[in-house]
């Protein structure tokens, strides 16, 4: 079983920059997908960004919506993923989720991740 913890969230201002970071814990893959999503109050879960784990250097994939504003990374040695949101704007507020599959494929669909944390809460005010 994997365990996901977020943190990082927190409410600033237009412009401002926030980095959030997810902890993995408890059973893990050689080769897996990291995923981030976001969900604003009555929508759906939105895909933000996703890598791919067991590579040195794991493709990536981003939202049209956040690229070029939002970089996803990692830490091996500390189980941690990273999100760092610069450019923030108020249409980003939502409850950001990492997410893991246990297969190396990039999705942007939330059906395909099997694990989900709980979750940081990120406002933006204008």
């Known amino acids: 079983q994997v365990q996901l913890v977020e943190s990082g969230g927190g409410l600033v201002q237009a412009g401002d920059s926030l980095r959030l970071s997810c902890a993995a814990s408890?059973?893990?893959?050689?080769?897996?997908?990291m995923g981030w999503f976001r969900q604003a109050p009555g929508k759906e879960r939105e895909f933000v960004a996703a890598?791919?784990?067991?590579?040195?250097?794991?493709?990536?994939s981003y939202a049209d919506s956040v690229k070029g504003r939002f970089t996803i990374s990692r830490d091996n040695a500390k189980n941690t993923v990273y999100l760092q949101l610069n450019s923030l704007e108020p249409e980003d507020t939502a409850v950001y989720y990492c997410?893991?599959?246990?297969?190396?494929?990039?999705?942007?669909?939330?059906?395909?991740?099997?694990?989900w944390g709980q979750g940081t809460q990120v406002t933006v005010s204008s």
């Open positions: 997410a893991a599959a246990p297969t190396p494929v990039l999705q942007r669909s939330y059906d395909y991740y099997a694990y």
């Open positions: 408890g059973r893990t893959f050689s080769r897996y997908a």
């Open positions: 890598v791919l784990i067991g590579w040195g250097a794991g493709p990536t």
